[in-house]
T-cell receptor
């Protein structure tokens, strides 16, 4: 019954590998986001999709590619992982245009690149 | 450039006393502000919000104050309880909070001691 679920919760991988993080929400929201919390603790927006369409794409290396097969899913694929990609990645969802209550976040995926 | 700043990384308060968490912002286009609470190994959860047309919003033990001229907001928790110990993120948005892309501060870790 988890509202926004991310898998995996922890991911340790070597530099140069390609990995994916999956996110699913069962709230009926139409917009999903990926945020990155780096070592300095900032939570920064990476991408946002509304009804499977990309609406926010911050300055993120092309090695990061989001994919939204439907409005309940937003996956993040990362190619050629680098040490600096180590961070906690949070998925979130909301109903765009409805209500000022912000987002519902997943519990995060801690990615460690070694 | 940090558009949302939480200059105190940590705050320690005795149980039963008031906790005051501060947040400053630089973008005068922000018109909606939110506070999120985050426990370890969990995603941030929405706590309370305020529109720029108000200067105060109260919800139980939590009150948010907004000073637009100073571009400053604060979260008051009275009385503080040990269960309030968490990291508190201030966030801001444009578009009445209904649009995407919340901008977060770095967070303040609150410790409430019994």
């Amino acid at each position: 019954d988890t509202a926004v679920s991310q898998t995996p919760k922890y991911l340790v991988t070597q530099m140069g590998n390609d990995k994916s993080i999956k996110c699913e929400q069962n709230l009926g929201h139409d917009t999903m986001y990926w945020y990155k919390q780096d070592s300095k603790k900032f939570l920064k927006i990476m991408f946002s999709y509304n009804n499977k369409e990309l609406i926010i794409n911050e300055t993120v290396p092309n090695r990061f590619s989001p994919k939204s097969p439907d409005k309940a899913h937003l996956n993040l694929h990362i190619n050629s992982l680098e040490l600096g990609d180590s961070a906690v990645y949070f998925c979130a969802s909301s109903l765009l245009g409805q209500g000022p209550y912000g987002y519902t976040f997943g519990s995060g995926t801690r990615l460690t690149v070694v | 450039d940090q558009q949302v700043k939480q200059n105190s990384p940590s705050l320690s308060v005795q149980e039963g006393r008031i906790s005051i968490l501060n947040c400053d912002y630089t973008n005068s286009m922000f018109d909606y502000f939110l506070w999120y609470k985050k426990y370890p190994a969990e995603g941030p959860t929405f706590l309370i919000s305020i529109s720029s047309i108000k200067d105060k919003n109260e919800d139980g033990r939590f009150t948010v104050f907004l000073n637009k001229s100073a571009k400053h907001l604060s979260l008051h928790i009275v009385p503080s309880q040990p269960g309030d110990s968490a990291v508190y993120f201030c966030a801001a948005s444009k578009g009445g909070g209904s649009q995407g892309n919340l901008i977060f501060g770095k967070g303040t870790k609150l410790s409430v001691k019994p």
